[in-house]
């Protein structure tokens, strides 16, 4: 009965937090950026020598993918220290509501703005892709997942930071965060780094290895070009994902509990 209780005070946080972000008109926002994508691809398409539809495909996915990062990170960063600074939070956990409860429940809220986000642009780059003639391919709902995935990593990353530090400081680690994770596994793997400087060398290996590995996410490229990928590299980065996704939510949890909020 209690856990049923939590889940419950869990989906009414998530419902005010979406309908909170919701008036802000970032929905409206996604919609009007759908409409510009479609414009916008089509042109690039047009002046392309290529394949039209692989270049409206790859300038759609591009554009999703950076319309979620952006909203995860810049109004992630906002969902708590928002609370907190307004003293919103207070009244709610002045109430038998747990901490935890809280947190998760923002959590979920903004995640669904996120899956709304991915599920109206990415049904719109799909249906133009097909109407220009491409072909099909599940590599598609595969890339649409996992940056989808990337961008609630990312949402509990600068969570994490708004937790510890200012608002625009943990924009700012977090954006650090998002190009280390692309950048360190990609530059170790072509051995850019001079192995003659050990320290430097060992710094980012251990770098790689703390931050999340980004670049897994990324197959667009896989998607445009080659159009194939093995299945086990693409559960495998999911299952990296949920994992890295949990612990980063049990360690906000952690935080967020023994934050002082006076």
């Known amino acids: 009965m209690n856990l049923i209780l939590e889940i419950k005070k869990t989906f009414v946080i998530a419902r005010y937090t ?11 926002n996604i919609i009007l950026l759908g409409f510009a994508l479609l414009v916008v691809s089509y042109v690039a398409s047009e002046f392309s020598y290529g394949v039209q539809s692989r270049i409206a495909l790859d300038f759609g996915l591009g554009t999703l993918y950076l319309a979620i990062v952006g909203i995860s990170i810049f109004f992630g960063a906002a969902l708590m220290a928002k609370e907190i600074e307004s003293r919103t939070c207070y009244m709610i956990l002045s109430r038998p509501v747990k901490r935890h409860t ?53 949402l509990m990353v600068v969570i994490f930071f708004s937790l510890i530090s200012k608002t625009t400081m943990s924009v700012i680690y977090t954006i650090c965060v998002f190009i280390l994770g692309h950048v360190l596994p990609n530059t170790l793997g072509k051995d850019i780094i001079l192995k003659g400087d050990l320290i430097f060398y060992k710094l980012m290996k251990l770098g790689s290895l703390i931050l999340p590995n980004l670049s897994k996410f990324n197959i667009r490229d896989h998607l445009i070009y080659k159009q194939e990928l093995a299945p086990q590299f693409l559960w495998g980065t999911l299952a990296y994902a949920v994992v890295y996704i949990l612990f980063l939510v049990a360690l906000n949890i952690i935080v967020f509990n023994r934050k002082q909020l006076d």
Request: aromatic share 18%; charged share 10%; glycine share 8%.
């Open 102 to 154: 809280f947190l998760l429940g923002k959590i979920a809220g903004m995640s669904t703005i996120l899956a709304i986000n991915v599920f109206f642009l990415g049904t719109l780059t799909i249906c133009f892709y097909l109407y220009l003639g491409g072909a099909y391919s599940n590599l598609i709902l595969w890339c649409l997942l996992l940056s989808f995935f990337e961008a609630v990593l990312l």
């Open 18 to 28: 979406f309908i909170e972000i919701y008036k802000s008109k970032i929905l409206l």
